[in-house]
């Protein structure tokens, strides 16, 4: 893309944004799933919103070099899109020093040894063998089903909650109206009276804002919990989406209503990044087996990129439509999703994966292996901690 103003062609471009959407859609599926096998139980929260927090720091960096002072002007913009390189260069030298996910040596290489020494330079000591039982464990309790295919996915009754999980739990995060109250942010600011050239400074102090809240989820995940956080983040959420739709709908009538959809814009923004936006990918990790976990990434990641596609396609119409209401669509959905997350979603902090396993085979009814060993149905109980 940076050689693209050079080149004088514009078709540079649209090969490259198909390229890097390919990375994207590989990233956020392969980095969480990754990063959830290989972390110990009592680290893999923080280690699940990681992934999170690095995107966030993405769109600020972005922002930032965004500036119509800095790299937005004629000449900056091939730079602005060359840097994107830069990242990916990193990537491309260190992945060859990472370890291979030692679940995925011994479960589906069968190769204890290998798994063993990517465990001792994960933890950096030798004695491993309480994880390696327990990941023995999990490749016992799903040895008969082999591997998982999106297909039989959605055919198994031992996996139907978790799936249906992972469904609402992704389209939630994304038609919940993340984007819509970033496209919508910049005429708020400018109803509120923010000066046209300044509102990229307030636009970089919202994902400021956005940063520092998805750090502090980090470290707060092990703490309050996956279900408590996603709870609060989409209640936030639907809070401030009434308030602003009630603040949009007042703003020619009452003086200060701008500035109550600011308040609104940024404590949308708050409750987003503790919950919705880091933690459905945490959970796709941690409700399924090793055998079915790559399936269920590509079903999240499917559903999370076509609502992402979906929202952006079809806001400007429901705006010119619903014009201030716009907003009534997004708390609706935030609320159906916090209410399913109350009534389902089990919570996962400081358990194995067989025990969370358990727990979504109670709630699905399930309880012994089913004679053609299409399902998983019964898991031994745990015996050792990580």
């Not at 980095?31 to 690095?54: D, S, T």
């Not at 769109?59 to 060359?82: C, D, K, M, N």
Request: proline fraction near 5%; glycine fraction near 8%.
């Amino acid at each position: 893309m940076g050689s693209s103003a050079v080149a004088k062609s514009f078709e540079m471009i649209i090969l490259s944004r198909l390229l890097v959407g390919i990375c994207a859609g590989l990233s956020s599926n392969v980095v969480p799933m990754y990063l959830g096998e290989l972390a110990p139980k009592n680290l893999r929260g923080a280690l699940g919103v990681v992934p999170q927090l690095f995107i966030t720091v993405g769109i600020l960096v972005a922002q930032i070099f965004g500036l119509r002072s800095l790299l937005a002007t004629e000449g900056g913009w091939p730079i602005l899109l060359g840097v994107t390189g830069i990242p990916a260069a990193l990537q491309l030298l260190l992945l060859p020093f990472f370890p291979e996910s030692p679940r995925y040596l011994l479960v589906q290489k069968k190769d204890p040894a290998a798994a063993k020494n990517a465990l001792r330079r994960l933890r950096g000591w030798d004695d491993v063998d309480a994880e390696i039982e327990e990941i023995q464990q999990e490749d016992e309790a799903e040895r008969a089903a082999g591997f998982i295919s999106v297909v039989r996915l959605f055919r198994m009754r031992a996996l139907r909650w978790q799936v249906i999980s992972v469904i609402v739990l992704m389209a939630g995060q994304q038609l919940s109206g993340v984007n819509a109250i970033y496209y919508y942010a910049d005429q708020i600011y400018l109803s509120a009276g923010v000066n046209t050239n300044d509102v990229q400074y307030v636009t970089v102090g919202t994902g400021t804002v956005n940063v520092v809240i998805t750090f502090v989820a980090v470290f707060v995940v092990e703490l309050l919990g996956r279900r408590v956080l996603l709870l609060l983040g989409f209640s936030i959420c639907f809070t401030a989406c009434c308030v602003l739709t009630a603040a949009l709908a007042l703003q020619d009538t009452i003086s200060w209503m701008p500035y109550l959809s600011i308040t609104c814009v940024i404590a949308y923004v708050i409750g987003h990044a503790l919950g919705p936006s880091p933690i459905p990918a945490l959970l796709i990790t941690e409700v399924f087996l090793q055998s079915s976990r790559s399936s269920a990434f590509m079903v999240g990641g499917s559903v999370h990129w076509l609502s992402n596609f979906t929202v952006g396609l079809i806001f400007p119409f429901i705006q010119v439509g619903l014009g201030a209401y716009s907003f009534i669509i997004f708390a609706l959905i935030c609320l159906l999703t916090t209410i399913y997350t109350f009534l389902v979603v089990p919570e996962t902090k400081a358990k194995t994966f067989i025990e969370i396993n358990q727990i979504f085979a109670k709630m699905n009814k399930v309880s012994e292996v089913h004679p053609d060993k299409e399902e998983l149905q019964d898991f031994p109980p745990p015996t050792l901690e990580q």
